[in-house]
């Protein structure tokens, strides 16, 4: 059916009162004997029918149909148009012509419409396309008997065609949006039952809530159930009811996570939003949607209870590996300083037993440094720390330091250099060294009689960087070619039996591997057994600006005595372990030093009350006071005091607690002398105490 609208119904009552001004027309009018008043009334009368056919023309051209007088036997009697262009023939030759005659396809229609007209009394109407397909353009027929009589031959019918393209267009696209909302509608409550996301509106003004049907869902009730505040409130945790509340109060929206228990005792999580509707600025209307996020809620959950189980081990691990390591270091520092000690005044005969011993000690060290750095690496916690430095002098300095190791199995060291390598590159000199010399040294190990080679060359340079390859070279026994890849795996070796007398932790690969890949890097292999092996790599690097050669990056040459050098330096040392106060003590008397020493914080600080000190060398877990607290103490009471902090506790966390607290000198257990040295006569240098 068309749109019904004010104008359709003025259009029908028009078509009423043109139904009765034909049906007058049409009447047989009698033919009374003339006389003058006769006369005069015929005269009127025909005036009347004049005046009336002129209001039905006028009322049929503001009808803009087209009208048909027909009989009972289907002939056209009259036709009004106010415009014959309406027409597809000219109106005089529809006049006594059959509808079958002229109506050519509607003809069955129109004859239909009539005769149903006829047997009911009743208009009769119907909405029909134009007979022409290709022509998009509606009409509605009307069809009303306006004489009625014993014989159907006799009826006076009038038919009304009226163009209704323009409300057939409006329907048709009213249709289409009904449809479309439905299937909105449809698509809305199966997406709400896939997100679980559902309506609500709550009047202020009447106290309704309004939901739609899956909050019935969410909250287990049948869709009866009428929400009120009353009958939710114990539904909802008091938190999350009490936000709400003083949103509502405050005329805010709000979005939070709250608790819900459905009277079926099912508990529930759901994501609340809320958004005002405000009158004149007074709030008339909340409403808002409700998201089950019940299961997202229980895995977030699991997941954080998960990660807070993985950092709780990993915590424990880093912290079982921090007091392992200081358990470790401090009875090492006693071993490896009274090694030190004896190589200061030994027998020929000792000296072989004195260099056994500290390469033990410095074995132990070893694993130690890598079970540390491994932890680091799998806790993310190795940063590269860059700075300029002369790859040429870091080259010679790897090859001088592991010099002595192979002239002792016989073998030789070499290292070559490109001399189009820039001199001085942005680099980790600690960390490049450190895969370097891992490298060096199992070359080393695993190589019998040739040599060693350290070759570094220049790959590419472009827009200030150099990639540079280096390779370690070595005439060794070789490695499988199966087990290329599971060498840099941890706690992995070459099992053979020809392998087993170099046997380590296993750790060195996988550690150098990856600090390769801090740089963006990862250690290739070439290998053939009986022939040697090829460790390669490239790296790339930001050229420095600087390209003089810097002597502040060269290693010093080794002293050969550091014996009074330190004459006029004042040092406290605070130590609680008798055997390193003693290492330490002859350590620092050998330099020439002037030591007290205290085995307590409390001690110390009594000590530093009494005299006056250039150094403090202390422990960090010292009874009474330790060496955090007694290090602030000396820093704001003794300024003048130059803190070095001497701990077998040297994890990540430590460094960053000192560095907070502006102390930045640390000497890890077990020290070098030489290391100990350094840092001294850094201090006496400033001082002006050299000898």
């Given at each position: 059916?068309?749109?019904?609208?004010?104008?359709?119904?003025?259009?029908?009552?028009?078509?009423?009162?043109?139904?009765?001004?034909?049906?007058?027309?049409?009447?047989?009018?009698?033919?009374?004997?003339?006389?003058?008043?006769?006369?005069?009334?015929?005269?009127?009368?025909?005036?009347?029918?004049?005046?009336?056919?002129?209001?039905?023309?006028?009322?049929?051209?503001?009808?803009?149909?087209?009208?048909?007088?027909?009989?009972?036997?289907?002939?056209?009697?009259?036709?009004?148009?106010?415009?014959?262009?309406?027409?597809?023939?000219?109106?005089?030759?529809?006049?006594?012509?059959?509808?079958?005659?002229?109506?050519?396809?509607?003809?069955?229609?129109?004859?239909?419409?009539?005769?149903?007209?006829?047997?009911?009394?009743?208009?009769?109407?119907?909405?029909?396309?134009?007979?022409?397909?290709?022509?998009?353009?509606?009409?509605?027929?009307?069809?009303?008997?306006?004489?009625k009589a014993p014989d159907p031959k006799e009826y006076v019918l009038v038919l009304s065609i009226?163009?209704?393209t323009r409300q057939r267009h409006a329907e048709l696209i009213l249709q289409e949006t009904k449809?479309?909302?439905e299937l909105s509608n449809q698509l809305l409550d199966v997406s709400q039952k896939l997100s679980?996301?559902?309506?609500?509106?709550?009047?202020?003004?009447?106290?309704?809530?309004?939901?739609?049907?899956?909050?019935?869902?969410?909250?287990?009730?049948?869709?009866?159930?009428?929400?009120?505040?009353?009958?939710?409130?114990?539904?909802?945790?008091?938190?999350?009811?009490?936000?709400?509340?003083?949103?509502?109060?405050?005329?805010?929206?709000?979005?939070?996570?709250?608790?819900?228990?459905?009277?079926?005792?099912?508990?529930?999580?759901?994501?609340?939003?809320?958004?005002?509707?405000?009158?004149?600025?007074?709030?008339?209307?909340?409403?808002?949607?409700?998201?089950?996020?019940?299961?997202?809620?229980?895995?977030?959950?699991?997941?954080?209870?998960?990660?807070?189980?993985?950092?709780?081990?990993?915590?424990?691990?880093?912290?079982?590996?921090?007091?392992?390591?200081?358990?470790?270091?401090?009875?090492?520092?006693?071993?490896?300083?009274?090694?030190?000690?004896?190589?200061?005044?030994?027998?020929?005969?000792?000296?072989?037993?004195?260099?056994?011993?500290?390469?033990?000690?410095?074995?132990?060290?070893?694993?130690?440094?890598?079970?540390?750095?491994?932890?680091?690496?799998?806790?993310?916690?190795?940063?590269?720390?860059?700075?300029?430095?002369?790859?040429?002098?870091?080259?010679?300095?790897?090859?001088?330091?592991?010099?002595?190791?192979?002239?002792?199995?016989?073998?030789?060291?070499?290292?070559?250099?490109?001399?189009?390598?820039?001199?001085?590159?942005?680099?980790?000199?600690?960390?490049?060294?450190?895969?370097?010399?891992?490298?060096?040294?199992?070359?080393?190990?695993?190589?019998?009689?040739?040599?060693?080679?350290?070759?570094?060359?220049?790959?590419?340079?472009?827009?200030?960087?150099?990639?540079?390859?280096?390779?370690?070279?070595?005439?060794?026994?070789?490695?499988?070619?199966?087990?290329?890849?599971?060498?840099?795996?941890?706690?992995?070796?070459?099992?053979?039996?020809?392998?087993?007398?170099?046997?380590?932790?296993?750790?060195?690969?996988?550690?150098?591997?990856?600090?390769?890949?801090?740089?963006?890097?990862?250690?290739?292999?070439?290998?053939?057994?009986?022939?040697?092996?090829?460790?390669?790599?490239?790296?790339?690097?930001?050229?420095?600006?600087?390209?003089?050669?810097?002597?502040?990056?060269?290693?010093?040459?080794?002293?050969?005595?550091?014996?009074?050098?330190?004459?006029?330096?004042?040092?406290?040392?605070?130590?609680?372990?008798?055997?390193?106060?003693?290492?330490?003590?002859?350590?620092?008397?050998?330099?020439?030093?002037?030591?007290?020493?205290?085995?307590?914080?409390?001690?110390?600080?009594?000590?530093?009350?009494?005299?006056?000190?250039?150094?403090?060398?202390?422990?960090?877990?010292?009874?009474?006071?330790?060496?955090?607290?007694?290090?602030?103490?000396?820093?704001?009471?003794?300024?003048?005091?130059?803190?070095?902090?001497?701990?077998?506790?040297?994890?990540?966390?430590?460094?960053?607690?000192?560095?907070?607290?502006?102390?930045?000198?640390?000497?890890?257990?077990?020290?070098?002398?030489?290391?100990?040295?350094?840092?001294?006569?850094?201090?006496?240098?400033?001082?002006?105490?050299?000898?």
């Open positions: 059916m068309l749109i019904n609208s004010t104008r359709q119904r003025k259009h029908i009552a028009s078509l009423d009162l043109l139904y009765g001004l034909v049906n007058f027309l049409s009447m047989d009018m009698p033919n009374p004997p003339l006389n003058n008043q006769v006369a005069n009334q015929e005269t009127n009368s025909a005036q009347n029918l004049i005046e009336l056919t002129a209001h039905l023309q006028s009322l049929i051209a503001s009808l803009d149909d087209i009208v048909f007088e027909i009989d009972g036997t289907h002939s056209f009697k009259n036709v009004w148009v106010d415009d014959e262009t309406k027409l597809f023939m000219p109106k005089n030759d529809f006049l006594g012509k059959k509808i079958r005659d002229v109506a050519g396809p509607l003809a069955d229609l129109v004859t239909g419409l009539i005769n149903k007209a006829i047997e009911t009394g009743e208009m009769t109407e119907i909405v029909y396309k134009h007979f022409d397909s290709s022509i998009d353009q509606w009409f509605r027929a009307r069809i009303k008997p306006v004489i009226q163009d209704v449809e479309s909302l679980q996301t559902v309506g609500w509106e709550y009047n202020m003004l009447t106290g309704e809530i309004f939901w739609t049907k899956q909050v019935y869902l969410l909250f287990d009730e049948q869709e009866g159930f009428q929400p009120t505040l009353d009958n939710l409130r114990p539904l909802i945790e008091p938190d999350g009811w009490n936000l709400m509340k003083e949103a509502i109060d405050q005329k805010h929206g709000y979005d939070i996570e709250i608790r819900v228990q459905t009277s079926r005792g099912a508990k529930k999580w759901v994501r609340a939003i809320g958004e005002p509707v405000l009158r004149r600025g007074e709030l008339v209307t909340m409403r808002g949607a409700l998201m089950d996020i019940t299961l997202n809620k229980e895995n977030e959950i699991k997941i954080i209870e998960a990660k807070n189980a993985a950092e709780g081990a990993s915590k424990a691990k880093s912290d079982f590996l921090s007091i392992m390591s200081h358990e470790i270091r401090t009875p090492l520092n006693g071993i490896i300083g009274i090694a030190n000690l004896l190589k200061l005044n030994h027998t020929v005969d000792q000296n072989e037993y004195v260099s056994n011993l500290i390469f033990c000690a410095d074995h132990l060290l070893e694993l130690i440094n890598d079970i540390l750095d491994l932890n680091k690496m799998e806790n993310d916690k190795l940063e590269l720390i860059v700075a300029e430095v002369n790859l040429a002098q870091l080259i010679r300095n790897i090859k001088n330091q592991f010099k002595s190791l192979a002239e002792a199995k016989g073998i030789r060291i070499v290292s070559l250099i490109d001399d189009d390598i820039p001199t001085n590159i942005i680099a980790d000199p600690i960390r490049l060294g450190q895969i370097l010399n891992n490298l060096v040294s199992n070359a080393i190990k695993f190589t019998e009689k040739g040599e060693v080679a350290l070759i570094v060359k220049l790959v590419a340079l472009k827009y200030k960087k150099a990639t540079i390859n280096f390779k370690v070279k070595d005439t060794g026994m070789g490695i499988p070619e199966e087990l290329h890849e599971t060498i840099f795996e941890s706690f992995k070796q070459v099992q053979q039996s020809a392998y087993r007398k170099h046997s380590g932790t296993g750790l060195g690969l996988a550690i150098t591997q990856k600090l390769a890949a801090l740089h963006h890097s990862r250690i290739a292999l070439h290998s053939e057994p009986g022939v040697g092996t090829e460790f390669y790599f490239d790296i790339t690097f930001d050229i420095a600006e600087n390209q003089k050669k810097l002597s502040s990056l060269s290693i010093s040459p080794v002293m050969a005595s550091f014996e009074n050098k330190l004459n006029g330096l004042r040092i406290l040392l605070v130590e609680d372990n008798p055997i390193n106060v003693l290492v330490a003590r002859k350590q620092l008397e050998y330099f020439g030093v002037s030591l007290d020493y205290a085995y307590s914080g409390k001690e110390g600080l009594a000590l530093l009350e009494q005299n006056q000190y250039h150094v403090a060398l202390l422990d960090l877990h010292i009874p009474e006071i330790d060496g955090y607290a007694l290090a602030e103490i000396i820093r704001k009471k003794y300024s003048d005091v130059h803190i070095i902090i001497f701990t077998a506790d040297i994890m990540q966390d430590v460094k960053i607690r000192l560095s907070k607290m502006q102390v930045y000198d640390i000497l890890s257990k077990p020290f070098a002398p030489d290391k100990m040295f350094e840092m001294l006569l850094k201090v006496a240098k400033a001082r002006n105490l050299t000898a």
